[in-house]
């Protein structure tokens, strides 16, 4: 079985059986195709690296009837960030799901919706079938809202009913764009669209299926269910919605955009594309300024970063650098937000709360977690050495060589606005805990509860996102293989 | 060519009636089957695509049976959805903007 199969059989299979067997042997199950998904991975990842693109014919059918699998580089960094992400999280979840902590039903529900979200995302980097990726965003939607509602408390399931509403219609936009690109061309293979001879509907049917795929990515103004979908979830589930689950619909938009119609894509439409994504800058880093619960500071963060991944848009078509920086902002962003979902769930065990009075003095009680989030912060605010300065210097460079420097400023607003909001976390974290002083013990024992291991989770993934900076080099190696040629200005 | 331009133009007023009835209701359960008359719509554009040169191209066809499956599935977690909020709450509505931020 190649990588390629094994990345989207394993997870599947492992929610199948987390379904099937019997309440003990569930969780071995579901903790052994994580391990398996996460090997095939790696070991994809290797092969693409190699500079090999794994291509599958479905079935062994040829398009435009057949469905064509493929690995290219995009496709293998995305699938080893969510996998670097889920084992991370499934690695936590042993204990934070626990049924005794969450209920049975959380407990049992919660395996085969990560493994079903996971075979979810990675059908959808695979995917050049425009068909097929609306049936992977639709099984990722489903998911989503599954992880969203698993507490079953009355607001989280109105988070969950809300997330939906949007990603139905979301993704039937996105299918009636489709409709209009097969009634064309008859064709949906990525490949044999970009060679198509352009039709008169090409525009309709691409403005369609971007704003079904931003209603799903949550770009400004579509972002309104995000952060109670996000912030009602337990931790390790919040953790996936928020890192994993936007970047799907934006790999796909991405995809169309520079692969599939970059001869449809007009610069009038580029720019509103950047200006939904400045505004959504703008206000998420806003409304992350005036929350006093950290879980929605780090949900509106994830508004705001959402946007900085469609500032770049108008780029593409101009600045060859632009594509890899947008690469390394949703890669990074991926680790970086995971890790501080992460780090907020551990400060809410042991602190009963995560209202940032709740978590005064952690920096003393919990310094590893502090240290993570710390860490994560550095990442999404763009300073060196992380993956988030990697991506933004990048993005940056692209403007000024292309003369359009006012995106630029937008990223460096951004920043200025992602520091500020951080800021208050990290100070309540420092501040003394004056009048609580008796809640420092408990939250000793909690820290010394959950083992060392999950204590250990958000710093490993806030590593690999300075990490991410540091092996650039290696990572612009992987992305480039199967890259699409830059068009239009390939001249910086 | 006029059998034709009905199945497409039928599509494209259930797709309008669909969207309007999820952007303008509040039930829940309403919204629940605007969403299917809007996927409706959607599937009869795409079936009237099928008549695509000469013969019917079998494609369609079978995509519109894969996106029935998955409208399926997605109405019955919806529905599932309504019925828990329902017992919860007593309410087949979206709570107000405003109410998020105060559940700890």
């Not at chain 1, 997330?163 to 009636?176: I, K």
């Not at chain 1, 770009?219 to 337990?234: C, I, K, R, S, Y």
């Not at chain 1, 929605?296 to 600045?319: C, D, H, K, W």
């Not at chain 2, 008549?51 to 599935?73: F, K, N, Q, W, Y």
Request: charged share 10%.
């Amino acid at each position: 079985m190649s990588a390629l199969v094994a990345v989207l059989v394993l997870p599947l299979a492992g929610a199948l059986a987390a379904v099937a067997l019997p309440d003990r042997a569930a969780r071995p199950a579901a903790l052994m195709a994580v391990a398996g998904a996460l090997a095939a991975a790696l070991a994809l990842v290797a092969v693409v690296a190699a500079g090999d693109v794994p291509r599958l014919r479905v079935g062994g059918w040829t398009p435009p009837v057949g469905i064509v699998l493929a690995g290219d580089g995009l496709a293998a960094a995305m699938v080893l960030m969510v996998a670097l992400v889920i084992g991370t999280v499934a690695w936590v979840a042993r204990s934070a799901m626990a049924a005794e902590r969450v209920g049975a039903r959380a407990s049992f529900g919660f395996w085969p919706l990560t493994l079903l979200l996971w075979s979810a995302l990675n059908v959808v980097f695979v995917s050049r079938d425009l068909f097929n990726l609306y049936v992977g965003i639709e099984l990722l939607g489903l998911a989503a809202v599954g992880l969203v509602a698993i507490e079953g408390r009355p607001a989280a399931l109105a988070a969950a009913m809300r997330y939906m509403v949007f990603a139905l219609v979301g993704s039937l936009l996105y299918l009636a764009g489709v409709a209009l690109v097969y009634a064309a061309h008859g064709a949906l293979d990525m490949d044999l669209l970009a060679a198509r001879t352009p039709a008169g509907t090409d525009a309709l049917a691409l403005a369609l299926m971007t704003v079904g795929l931003m209603a799903k990515t949550a770009l400004f103004p579509f972002h309104v269910w995000l952060p109670p979908a996000h912030a009602g979830a337990p931790a390790p589930a919040s953790a996936m919605l928020s890192a994993l689950v936007p970047k799907a619909s934006f790999l796909i938009a991405l995809r169309l955009w520079t692969e599939v119609m970059p001869d449809t894509a007009s610069q009038a439409a580029l720019t509103l594309i950047g200006a939904l994504g400045t505004l959504a800058v703008v206000w998420g880093s806003l409304c992350a300024l005036v929350q006093t619960r950290a879980k929605l500071i780090v949900a509106y963060s994830t508004v705001a970063e959402i946007g900085y991944l469609f500032v770049v848009f108008p780029l593409l078509p101009i600045a060859a650098g632009a594509w890899n920086g947008v690469v390394f902002l949703a890669l990074s962003h991926g680790l970086a937000k995971a890790a501080m979902f992460l780090a907020v769930g551990q400060w809410m065990r042991a602190a009963g709360g995560d209202r940032l009075d709740d978590l005064r003095g952690m920096a003393r009680a919990m310094p590893m977690t502090s240290f993570a989030f710390g860490l994560a912060a550095v990442t999404l605010a763009g300073l060196p050495p992380s993956g988030g300065f990697t991506g933004k210097y990048l993005v940056m460079t692209a403007a000024f060589t292309s003369g359009q420097w006012g995106w630029a400023l937008v990223v460096l607003l951004g920043g200025l606005l992602t520091a500020a909001y951080l800021y208050r976390v990290i100070a309540a974290l420092f501040a003394e805990r004056a009048e609580r002083v008796e809640r420092a013990e408990p939250a000793g024992c909690a820290a010394a509860a959950q083992g060392r291991g999950a204590a250990l989770a958000p710093f490993v993934l806030a590593g690999c996102a300075i990490a991410l900076g540091l092996a650039s080099a290696g990572l612009l190696d992987l992305v480039a293989v199967g890259r699409p040629a830059p068009i239009a200005g390939d001249t910086p | 060519m006029t059998g034709l331009s009905l199945y497409a133009l039928t599509g494209a007023g259930l797709t309008g009636l669909g969207l309007y009835g999820l952007i303008a209701t509040r039930h829940l359960l309403r919204r629940v089957v605007a969403f299917n008359l809007l996927g409706s719509g959607v599937f009869l554009f795409l079936g009237a695509a099928a008549a695509r040169g000469e013969g019917a191209d079998p494609v369609p066809h079978a995509l519109i049976i894969t996106g029935i499956v998955v409208a399926l599935s997605a109405s019955a977690l919806a529905v599932g959805l309504v019925v828990a909020q329902a017992r919860l709450t007593g309410r087949a509505t979206l709570p107000e903007e405003d109410t998020h931020g105060d559940d700890v």
